[in-house]
């Protein structure tokens, strides 16, 4: 490459895990993604809040700042790493507005304010770029974005989320309580002191809402994603399924079908033999189910730093590759109208698990209930109780709304002593 050539220069705004990883792989010595790219690439500066912190051997101490506006005025490239709404969106609307390109991970960022972003990215005529913000290292964007441009998707259903899967996987394999499999993972740094957004599904419900919004070519906003977390599933509920062949998973879900698009995220049955099933410890997966390409299934860490800064760093060579060459990537595709269906209208399997009084006749009032509200009972499985029988119910494919409405008279009535949970089962 002749010296001639000028040098994309990035900005990385916050070198924290990842944007750690992401400069000590940017600076390696003999690294050849200036051969890859076209051009060299150069830090121009790291931004960080407090420039006197020590930030490990890989930062150079001489590129920190703390003046951000003046870094970004300096760069054709800015990698927001700091994650949080604010201050990263205005930083990345700051870049955007002086002709840089952006490569994000902030997943929360783009569920919340993607089409502020994708829109001044448009007007700008510049990349913003995101492969980190979905299951870490795991390519998806760009296969959804582009290699299945040309099809058409009609199903998403993957394990997003390593910290719930590891929980989960503790609970299944070595029979864990939810709190003692919380805690390990707290310990193992899978976890964050303040767990909820795992545990309560808030960052896989992201992670939905950016796929599902890549795979039907429209807008799905955070608030259009049922979300219900993993902080209710007992141990009792995961032998449950291991008696009937089953695991359980919190999966995020994604189908297109001809009524509108639903999405939603939330703990499901999934059939032991299922290649989800088969996805351990803190590691995520994604089915994509599409009508010409037919099921696709990427698997890989789904966090960590230098699995993340893997994706980042995939990112940023295409954008800075474009630099060079002056060119742009894929501008947003939302031109679809589905209409995004409410969680009453999603239709899938249940299994009911309750206690019942142990008489005659109680199988009959329960059955009518399910009758009264259409949702067909598959299969009933009579369990051992204490002072009641257990009764485990699985059903044939019902609406949501359907399902709800059983439950609530089954709550309400005498043979039913109590609902012990309800669970979604997916992946058949
Ligand atoms: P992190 O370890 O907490 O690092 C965040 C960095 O940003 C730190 O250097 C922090 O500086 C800086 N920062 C935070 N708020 C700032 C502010 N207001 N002004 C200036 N600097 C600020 O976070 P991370 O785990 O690397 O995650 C970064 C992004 O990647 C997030 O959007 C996250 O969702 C996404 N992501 C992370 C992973 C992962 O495995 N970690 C996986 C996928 C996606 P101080 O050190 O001074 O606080």
Not at 134 to 150: Q, W
């Amino acid at each position: 490459m002749s010296d001639a050539v000028k040098p994309v220069k990035i900005a990385v705004l916050g070198p924290g895990t990842v944007g750690a990883e992401v400069v000590r792989l940017l600076t390696r010595p003999g690294e050849d993604l200036a051969a890859r790219v076209g051009a060299p690439l150069e830090i121009s500066g790291i931004y960080v809040r407090d420039t006197s912190k020590d930030r490990g051997p890989h930062i150079p101490r001489e590129l920190l700042t703390d003046d951000a506006s003046g870094l970004i005025a300096r760069s054709d490239v800015v990698v927001e790493l700091m994650g949080g709404i604010e201050p990263a969106r205005t930083l990345i609307l700051e870049a955007i507005a002086s002709g840089a390109s952006v490569v994000t991970a902030n997943k929360a960022l783009l569920a919340a304010h993607g089409p502020e972003l994708y829109e001044a990215a448009d007007a700008a005529n510049v990349d913003l770029y995101f492969e980190a913000a979905v299951a870490g290292a795991i390519p998806l964007v760009r296969p959804v974005r582009e290699s299945l441009a040309g099809d058409h998707i009609t199903r998403i259903l993957g394990i997003v989320n390593g910290t719930t899967n590891y929980i989960l996987d503790e609970m299944t394999t070595n029979g864990l309580d939810y709190e003692v499999a919380l805690k390990q993972a707290q310990e193992l740094g899978y976890a964050e002191a303040d767990p909820t957004a795992d545990v309560e599904g808030h960052d896989a419900a992201a992670k939905a809402a950016i796929l599902a919004s890549l795979a039907f070519h429209q807008r799905v906003a955070l608030e259009d994603v049922f979300c219900e977390g993993i902080s209710a599933i007992t141990a009792d509920d995961v032998i449950a399924a291991r008696e009937t062949g089953q695991v359980v998973k919190l999966l995020a879900i994604a189908e297109r079908t001809p009524e509108g698009v639903a999405v939603r995220v939330h703990p499901a049955l999934v059939p032991g033999t299922h290649p989800l099933a088969g996805v351990h410890g803190a590691f995520n997966a994604v089915f994509i189910e599409a009508e010409a390409a037919g099921g696709l299934m990427f698997y890989g860490q789904g966090a960590g730093g230098t699995p993340t800064a893997s994706a980042v760093l995939g990112d940023l060579v295409s954008v800075a590759r474009h630099k060079a060459l002056g060119s742009k990537g894929p501008l947003e595709s939302n031109y679809a109208e589905h209409e995004v269906l409410p969680m009453d209208k999603a239709d899938t399997r249940y299994c009911v698990r309750m206690a019942v009084e142990d008489r005659p006749g109680v199988l009959s009032s329960v059955a009518e209930v399910f009758a009264r509200h259409r949702v067909g009972i598959e299969l009933v499985r009579q369990v051992p109780g204490q002072s009641h029988a257990g009764l485990i119910l699985s059903t044939y494919r019902a609406p949501e709304g359907d399902l709800r409405a059983t439950v609530e008279d089954l709550r309400a009535s005498a043979a039913v002593a109590e609902i012990k949970s309800v669970l979604r089962i997916e992946g058949e």
